[in-house]
């Protein structure tokens, strides 16, 4: 497939579609998932979700990517690499969302830490961040899986209100 962009051993990353947009509803949708962002997506902020990672191809050559699970061929969550800001500056952050159903069997970290060898060696960076809110643990141990250690912290202003997020940094 044109748009694969890396393959685990259970796993495969490849470029969003528009035709991800109902297994992308899937998981923006679900307050249980979303609950770091204070809010489940309207059909309308997941269409901007899509639409902001197709311009992020366009622009780095690299965004958040399709996560699909080899055994069934489904798309199961998103991970990949996005230019965030940080306290201040922009960083390459290794970014990620799973379906529920999908969460506690390691997938999450198997994509992270594809997408930090991918950064290491595709995009010859020499340090990947992760960032986190303060309340996300499991995303805060997945980072820690991914060999990351906390560098720092910042408050965000998102959706109304101020929240701290953790600073997670991996270096080459």
């Known amino acids: 497939m044109k748009d694969r962009i890396l393959e685990t051993k259970r ?8 035709e991800d947009f109902s297994s992308l509803c899937k998981i923006l949708q679900d307050e249980e998932v979303m609950y770091a962002y204070e ?8 269409q901007e979700w899509l639409n902001r990672q ?5 622009q780095y050559g690299f965004g958040l990517w ?6 069934n061929e489904e798309l ?3 991970c990949g690499l996005t230019m965030q800001p940080c306290d201040g500056r922009e960083v390459l952050e290794i970014g990620y969302l799973f379906q529920k159903k999908y969460w506690k069997h390691g997938y999450a970290t198997e ?13 010859n960076a020499d340090e990947v961040y992760s960032i986190i809110r303060d309340n996300n643990i499991p995303s805060q141990k ?10 720092g912290s910042f408050v965000k202003h998102y959706y109304g209100m101020d929240m701290l997020h953790l600073i997670y940094r991996v270096k080459r």
């Open 11 to 18: 796993l495969y990353l490849r470029k969003l579609n528009q």
């Open 142 to 151: 997945v980072a820690m899986r991914n060999s990351m250690t906390v560098c």
């Open 66 to 71: 399709a996560v699909i699970l080899k055994e």
């Open 39 to 46: 809010h489940a997506f309207s059909d309308e902020e997941v």
């Open 111 to 123: 994509a992270a830490a594809a997408c930090r060898e991918y950064a290491f060696n595709n995009l």
């Open 76 to 78: 199961i969550g998103q």
């Open 54 to 58: 197709l311009a992020r191809y366009a």
